[in-house]
């Protein structure tokens, strides 16, 4: 467990090797940008799984903390994702939304997992 933690630190360094303020400034905008993009889809998501707009917006801003604080990569975006909706709108429908609640979690957890065992 201890060198996945020195290999984190070690990928963070060298993803921030030479950052300054002119990286700095490219992230916020293109951040800026992705939000724009990203929150009237998050009202859209929250809605169409049959919860209200204010669920899809939190878990958006949620899962962006999440995956901002697990770091990623340079091409990586997270955000709400319209593949989704194909299989969580009939999954509300059908067991309600604690079993969707239910079904995201271990669904995280097995993302988790396989990055743990470097299955990806």
């Given at each position: 467990?201890?060198?996945?933690?020195?290999?984190?630190?070690?990928?963070?360094?060298?993803?921030?090797?030479?950052?300054?303020?002119?990286?700095?400034?490219?992230?916020?905008?293109?951040?800026?940008?992705?939000?724009?993009?990203?929150?009237?889809?998050?009202?859209?998501?929250?809605?169409?799984?049959?919860?209200?707009?204010?669920?899809?917006?939190?878990?958006?801003?949620?899962?962006?903390?999440?995956?901002?604080?697990?770091?990623?990569?340079?091409?990586?975006?997270?955000?709400?994702?319209?593949?989704?909706?194909?299989?969580l709108v009939p999954l509300a429908a059908r067991y309600g939304l604690d079993t969707l609640f239910a079904a995201s979690l271990l669904a995280g957890l097995m993302l988790i997992l396989a990055g743990l065992f470097?299955?990806?």
């Amino acid at each position: 467990m201890f060198h996945l933690v020195t290999d984190y630190a070690a990928d963070l360094k060298r993803e921030f090797n030479g950052y300054g303020p002119t990286a700095l400034r490219k992230d916020f905008l293109s951040g800026i940008t992705v939000a724009a993009v990203a929150l009237p889809l998050a009202l859209a998501f929250g809605v169409g799984s049959g919860a209200d707009a204010a669920a899809g917006l939190i878990t958006a801003i949620i899962s962006a903390f999440i995956i901002s604080a697990l770091s990623g990569a340079s091409f990586q975006i997270s955000g709400p994702t319209g593949a989704m909706t194909a299989i969580l709108v009939p999954l509300a429908a059908r067991y309600g939304l604690d079993t969707l609640f239910a079904a995201s979690l271990l669904a995280g957890l097995m993302l988790i997992l396989a990055g743990l065992f470097r299955l990806g």
